[in-house]
C-alpha cells in the first residue's frame, strides 16, 4: 500500500547560479583522503526499492560501485526507517531534510486535500509550470512547495554561498525535486517520452543539448537479456505472483518493443524502459555530464548531485524482491556505479567529493511467494474496506458517501462526518470494528491516537505517528497484517503489481545506508541507523547547519577533525 502547505523559504533560496564550468582532461585518481576536510561536491544516491538484505544476497555477484561502496565505506547494516509511510516522496524527503513525515509534512506520495475535496501529489504546485527539454511535452507544475523543511541543499546554498551548485536526476518527479528541495539549479525528471523539469529550477543547456542527442527512443528495439549464466540466478525463472508491464512475458529475453510490437516507440515501450536497466545507464551518463559541463567539484563552494534510480522500483513492482528481473538489475546498476564513482575519481578527486547511497524504502515478497512458504499472506483490498465502513454507517442513519477517498492507508470521511462520528462513539466503535473485520487488517488508529507523536511502547503505533501529519494524513488509519498487500483492486479481481510497499514492516522499513569519501571511516556499523541520519551527518561534514531534524549525525563513521581543522564556512 502507498501512504501530505508548504512553507516560503525566500530568506534562504537563492536564485539561480551560473551554471558550467569547463570540462577537463582526465587525471590519475588520488587515494581517498582519510582527512575530516569539507568536500567539493557532495554525491547523494537513492536506489528506489533496494532492500537492505540484497546486499547480503547478490553482493558476491558484484565488481563495480556497488561493490566498491560496500567494501571501502561505512555500510550500516541495520539501517531503517522509523515509520510507517513508506513511499517514495517520503523517503526522499527524510534522506533530503533529515526530517520525518510528521515534521516534514510529506507522508505520501500524494494524499486527500480536505479544502480542495482532490487528490493532490506531494510535488504538485498550482503556481509553477513545467516545460520539457528537446521539445518535450509537460503538463502541471511541480516544486517542493509543500515540503515544510528545508533540504540539506538548500541550507548548503544559503550557509556555503552562491558558488554552490545543486542539480537532481530521476525518473520519477517527486524524487528529483525532494532531492534537490527548494531551489535547485536544475531538477529533471521523465515524463512520457522525454525530460521535464519546472519554472521553480529553470532549464540548463547541456540538458536541453544531451536530450536533443541522446532521446529515450534511441533504446527502441534493445533487448534486456540475462547478464550472468543461468545458474547464477536465485529463486523461480518466472517469479511467482509477478505481473509483468505490457509486452512483456514472464521470463527473459525482455524486448524494448512497445505493446504493438511495431516499428517505433510507444507508450508501452517508454514504460518497458522505465523498467529496463537501460533507464539507469541513460541517467548515469546523463550525471557524468553534468559533472563535466558544470564543473561539479571544482568551483568555489560544495556543490551538489543528486541521483535517484526509478527502474529498480518499477521492476521490483512487477516482479517482485525474489526474481531475475531483481537481481540482474543490481548486477547491471552495480557496473552503472562503478563508472559513475571512477567518473568522479577522474574529475573531481577521490578526496574532494564524498558520497551517501541508501533506499527510500523496501518492498514486501508476493502474497503468492509467502503463502508457499505457508505464512499468513493475501491481498487486502482497499474497496472493501470502503464498502464495510458505508454498510456500517448506513445502519446509524449516515447518508451515502460517507467516505470521501480512502488513499494508501488513509480513510478521509466527507466534510463534517468524522466529527460527528467523535460524538457518537458507538457508531465509531462499529466503524473501526468492521475495518479490523476485514481480511487482512491488523488494527486501525483514529488521528487522535496519532497526533503529536505520543509516547508509546508499540511499535507499530510509533511508526504511525512519526507518518502522521494531522493537516495531510487521514482520519483513520489502517495497519495491514504483515505480508498482506494493499490493492486497489476488489476481491476477485486481478491487480496492477505483482507487490507493493507502505508498511511499518521491516521488509518495508529496512534499507541500507552507504558512507564513502573523504572524511569517512570504512567500516560496518551495526548499532541503530536512519535515512534521517544522512542529512545531519553530510551537514556535519560540510560545516553547516540545518534547520531542523530528526536524525543524528553517524559519527562513528567520521574521522575527527584536528586542531588545524580549515576555518568556518562563512554564512
Not at 525518473?171 to 515524463?191: F, N, P, Q, V
Request: a neutral charge; hydrophobic letters at 40%.
Amino acid at each position: 500500500m502507498k501512504r501530505f502547505a508548504g512553507l516560503s523559504l525566500a530568506a534562504m533560496m537563492l536564485g539561480l547560479s551560473a551554471a558550467a564550468g569547463a570540462q577537463t582532461p582526465p587525471r590519475p585518481v588520488p587515494k581517498a583522503a582519510n582527512s575530516a576536510a569539507r568536500p567539493k561536491l557532495v554525491v547523494v544516491i537513492v536506489v528506489d526499492q533496494m532492500r537492505a538484505d540484497y546486499i547480503e544476497k547478490f553482493r558476491g555477484q558484484w565488481t563495480g560501485g556497488l561493490k566498491r561502496l560496500v567494501e571501502h565505506g561505512a555500510w550500516f547494516r541495520e539501517a531503517a526507517y522509523p515509520y510507517a509511510a513508506t513511499e517514495t516522496c517520503v523517503g526522499h524527503a527524510t534522506i533530503s531534510t533529515g526530517a520525518l513525515p510528521a515534521m516534514s509534512g510529506m507522508v505520501a506520495n500524494a494524499w486527500w486535500d480536505r479544502e480542495s475535496q482532490t487528490m493532490v501529489t506531494c510535488t504538485a504546485d498550482p503556481k509553477a509550470k513545467n516545460s520539457g527539454y528537446a521539445g518535450t511535452a509537460a503538463k502541471g507544475g511541480d516544486s517542493a512547495w509543500r515540503l515544510r523543511v528545508p533540504a540539506f541543499a538548500d541550507e548548503l546554498r544559503f550557509q556555503a554561498g552562491s558558488a554552490t551548485r545543486v542539480v537532481t536526476f530521476s525518473l520519477k518527479a517527486r524524487a528529483s525535486i525532494m532531492l534537490g528541495g527548494h531551489k535547485a539549479d536544475a531538477a529533471t525528471w521523465l515524463e512520457g517520452d522525454g525530460w521535464v523539469t519546472s519554472n521553480v529550477y529553470g532549464t540548463l543547456p547541456f540538458i536541453e543539448a544531451y536530450a536533443k542527442a541522446h532521446p529515450v527512443k534511441e533504446d527502441y528495439g534493445k533487448t534486456w537479456t540475462l547478464s550472468l549464466p543461468r545458474s547464477a540466478y536465485l529463486y523461480d525463472e518466472k517469479a511467482v505472483g509477478a505481473v509483468a508491464p505490457g509486452g512483456w512475458d514472464l521470463s527473459f529475453p525482455h524486448p524494448l518493443r512497445g505493446k504493438s510490437g511495431g516499428s517505433e516507440a510507444d507508450e508501452a515501450f517508454y514504460g518497458q524502459w522505465a523498467t529496463s536497466p537501460f533507464a539507469n545507464t541513460y541517467l548515469t551518463k546523463l550525471a557524468e555530464t553534468a559533472i563535466d559541463q558544470m564543473g561539479l567539484g571544482k568551483g568555489g563552494g560544495t556543490d551538489y548531485l543528486g541521483v535517484s534510480y526509478s527502474s529498480t522500483d518499477y521492476v521490483g513492482h512487477s516482479f517482485g524482491p525474489q526474481s531475475w528481473e531483481v537481481q540482474d538489475m543490481y548486477v547491471r546498476l552495480d557496473k552503472d556505479l562503478g563508472e559513475l564513482l571512477k567518473h568522479l575519481d577522474e574529475k573531481a578527486g577521490a578526496g574532494n567529493y564524498v558520497v551517501a547511497l541508501s533506499a527510500d524504502h523496501g518492498v514486501v515478497p508476493t502474497p503468492e511467494s509467502m503463502s508457499q512458504t505457508g505464512a499468513d499472506a493475501g491481498e487486502l483490498h482497499i474497496p472493501d474496506v470502503q464498502q464495510k465502513i458505508e454498510d456500517t454507517l448506513k445502519s446509524f442513519g449516515y447518508a451515502a458517501p460517507a467516505v470521501a477517498r480512502i488513499a494508501s492507508a488513509d480513510v478521509y470521511f466527507a466534510p463534517g462526518i468524522y466529527e460527528k462520528l467523535k460524538a457518537e462513539p458507538a457508531a465509531l466503535s462499529a466503524v473501526m470494528a468492521a475495518i479490523r473485520d476485514v481480511p487482512g487488517v491488523a488494527d486501525v488508529y483514529r488521528a487522535e491516537d496519532l497526533t503529536d507523536r505520543p509516547a508509546t511502547n508499540s511499535p507499530i503505533r510509533l511508526a504511525e505517528s512519526n507518518s502522521f501529519f494531522s493537516a495531510r494524513s487521514g482520519d483513520l488509519v489502517i495497519v495491514p497484517k504483515p505480508y498482506w498487500l494493499g490493492v486497489s483492486s476488489r476481491t476477485g479481481k486481478p491487480r496492477d503489481n505483482g507487490t507493493g510497499h507502505g508498511t511499518p514492516y521491516y521488509y518495508d522499513q529496512r534499507v541500507p545506508i552507504l558512507l564513502m569519501g573523504g572524511g569517512i571511516q570504512k567500516g560496518e556499523y551495526f548499532g541503530a541507523a536512519t535515512p534521517a541520519d544522512i542529512a545531519p551527518t553530510l551537514a556535519a561534514l560540510c560545516g553547516i547547519t540545518l534547520a531542523t531534524h530528526d536524525g543524528r549525525v553517524l559519527s562513528e563513521a567520521l574521522f575527527k577533525k584536528s586542531a588545524t581543522a580549515a576555518p568556518a564556512v562563512p554564512h
